[in-house]
């Protein structure tokens, strides 16, 4: 977080919790990270952190647990209320309840390669992101939330913006996008995570960037964009069974740079932008 984005948190205890953190280093934080804020309710008003010859209420306590990461260091603030303060005595003990603080945005490792018109994909608990403007055209990177950490991949065969990818069976599908100069491509790209590997599949039936992308029962969807001159309401579906495509019924209405997301049995395709 920015000093900015410090000043700007509407939890008055977390705000708190933040200042004296501040006044610790004599100076305005600046890249400070929430590693964690979690609401917890504590056996006693101690918050799980008793000082040395202080006897505390033996009653449950409602608080904030919140870690923060300062300069590699980390900081274990125990909020209630508006007040924060530092916790160096910890017990040992776990909370009788605890569950994540809603509202609250986390920083976590920056990508290696920074970038924007990318394509994303999750597989087996970690994403992918791949392609993008300039040093990220053929970037491929894999983020782990259980270590919070990035690893850089095989580079993608051929630089991209603007494409679509998605996640089926063991292996990240890259479809589509533009050439770095605007011009669309029907390029598909198979990742196979164990062996570091890109392999091209059937190309799709139209050139395209800017479109969307999704997976659902073995089959993945590419959903509008456009070509060289035009917004495209065209869908199509990739079969990994038999490496084809097949065109399907169009969008009511043409776009690109749209969104798609799969819940339960259906595909919704989100926003999007109309280029005239």
Not at 51 to 71: D, H, K, M, N, R
Not at 85 to 96: D, F, G, N
């Amino acid at each position: 977080m920015t000093a900015a984005e410090i000043r700007g948190l509407v939890h008055l205890g977390i705000r708190s919790a933040m200042d004296d953190l501040a006044q610790r280093f004599e100076n305005p934080l600046d890249g400070v990270r929430i590693l964690a804020a979690q609401q917890v309710t504590w056996p006693d008003a101690s918050l799980g952190c008793p000082e040395p010859g202080f006897s505390y209420a033996q009653v449950l306590t409602e608080g904030i647990q919140l870690l923060l990461l300062y300069e590699r260091e980390k900081f274990d603030y125990r909020i209630a209320g508006i007040h924060g303060q530092l916790c160096e005595t910890a017990r040992p003990s776990s909370a009788l309840d605890s569950r994540p603080l809603p509202g609250i945005w986390t920083r976590l490792a920056d990508m290696p390669t920074s970038r924007g018109e990318m394509a994303a994909a999750v597989l087996d608990g970690k994403f992918y992101v791949m392609g993008g403007f300039g040093r990220g055209a053929t970037a491929m990177e894999e983020y782990d939330p259980a270590t919070d950490t990035w690893r850089n991949l095989a580079p993608i065969p051929r630089g991209v913006d603007h494409p679509a990818a998605a996640g089926l069976n063991g292996f990240v599908y890259l479809i589509g996008g533009l050439d770095g100069r605007w011009g669309p491509v029907d390029n598909v790209w198979v990742y196979d995570p164990e062996a570091d590997t890109w392999t091209a599949k059937a190309p799709l039936l139209t050139a395209r960037g800017a479109l969307a992308a999704a997976a659902l029962d073995g089959k993945i969807y590419a959903i509008g964009g456009r070509d060289a001159t035009q917004d495209l309401n065209s869908v199509e579906a990739y079969d990994p069974a038999n490496d084809s495509w097949e065109s399907l019924e169009d969008l009511p209405t043409a776009r690109d740079h749209l969104a798609a997301v799969v819940v339960g049995e259906r595909i919704f395709a989100v926003g999007g932008r109309l280029t005239s």
